[in-house]
Structures are given as C-alpha cells and as structure tokens.
C-alpha cells in the first residue's frame, strides 16, 4: 500500500493548490485508489458538497466543522484522504493527519502558509513540518505581472485591507489576489495610537 506519506501544496490565493489537488486527485482515480475528500464548512465558495478550482474542476467531498469529524468519516480501506483548505481546521488537525499516516494512509492536502497579514495562518506551520513533500507554489501578482507571487492580498472596496480586518473572511477574486512581495500592501491604521511617548532626558554625569 503507498501510503504513510502527506503531501503538502501549498502557495498564496490564485496560484492553483485546488487545481493541483484534484489533478492528484484524479491520478488516484485511474490508480483505482479508494479515496475519500474533505473541506472545510467554513469555506462556502461552494455552495454544494464538493471542492472546485478556479478554471471549473471539481470533485466531490465531504463538508466537515470539526478535524476529529475526517477520522470519523474515513474507513478501513480507504487508502488516500485529500484534504482541501487545511488553514482553516481546528488545531487536532495535526494528530488527524499524523493518526491517518499512521494508519498507512496517503494524505494529500492544500492550504494557504501565510494569512492576508503575511503570518502563519493556523496550523500549517506544524503541518509543513509533518508533511513528507512540500509543494510551494506561486501565483502571477495581479499588480506588477511578475511570477513569483507569495502574498495573499485583501481588498475590501478594491483598497489593500486593513490589518485590524478579521482573520478570516471568506471571498474570491473580488476579495483576495496574489501579489508578490514588493506590491503587497498592509495599512495599519491604529500605527503610532497608543504607544508610550518617549521623553528623552539628558544625563550629565560629572567626574569624580
């Protein structure tokens, strides 16, 4: 059995990781793999059981709330478990995946390394770290036109969004691009509010 292995796509909005997956996805299909597909309910891009990539692929899955739930759903002879939008679950989502490698299953899964404020978002830190392969890829910046886009950009009435906005707010291409580096933007406008002013005092220290 190829299994006890998880293979990791991961990169900003826009450059592909759903694609990837359900091309892996397919490969598993012609291998005649008995194979099981999961996202997140907090991810409502969809509106039906099943995941979908920006160019119109889709295979069906199922909806889960809660990491423990694809544990639960996953049988005996199920020999790969893809797993799409993996920033999104709940911190057990570690132990579900170390638990199904051990059981000798191959994982697939996506999910976004860096959140719109270019942090770690959830659990892919430790996930990158478990993962036996991980795939990094990168999107075209909608800015600049250049290739190597590792930012996922929010915009909110087409302006850069805030870095108070909430953590997680689900959208599409009218609410995230791909930007790189150089063109990524994070206003803050509670930069300078709050902080301590700082008296500078000279001290004369007089020889003895």
């Not at 759903?18 to 005649?32: D, Y």
């Not at 892919?124 to 190597?148: F, N, Q, R, W, Y």
């Not at 580096?181 to 002013?197: F, I, R, S």
Request: proline content about 4%; charged content about 30%.
């Amino acid at each position: 059995m190829n299994g006890y292995s998880f293979e990791l796509i991961t990169g900003p909005m826009g450059c592909g990781k759903t694609e990837e997956l359900l091309r892996r996805i397919r490969r598993c299909v012609i291998a005649k793999k008995k194979i099981k597909v999961f996202s997140p309910v907090v991810d409502t891009r969809t509106h039906g059981d099943y995941i979908e990539s920006r160019n119109g692929l889709w295979a069906d899955a199922i909806k889960v709330e809660h990491s423990i739930q694809i544990l639960q759903k996953v049988k005996p002879d199920d020999e790969v478990v893809a797993i799409d939008e993996l920033q999104f679950f709940d911190n057990n989502i570690v132990k579900v995946i170390s638990t199904l490698m051990n059981e000798g299953k191959k994982v697939i899964g996506t999910g976004l390394e860096l959140d719109f404020k270019s942090e770690p978002f959830g659990s892919m830190p430790e996930l990158m770290c478990i993962a036996t392969t991980v795939d990094k890829l990168h999107a075209v910046c909608m800015k600049c036109g250049c290739e190597h886009a590792t930012r996922t950009q929010r915009l909110i009435d087409g302006k850069p969004a805030d870095k108070s906005s909430p953590l997680i707010m689900i959208g599409g291409d009218e609410t995230y691009e791909a930007r790189c580096v150089k063109c990524y933007e994070l206003p803050d406008k509670n930069a300078g509010k709050n902080k301590p002013h700082c008296n500078l005092k000279i001290l004369n220290f007089a020889r003895r």
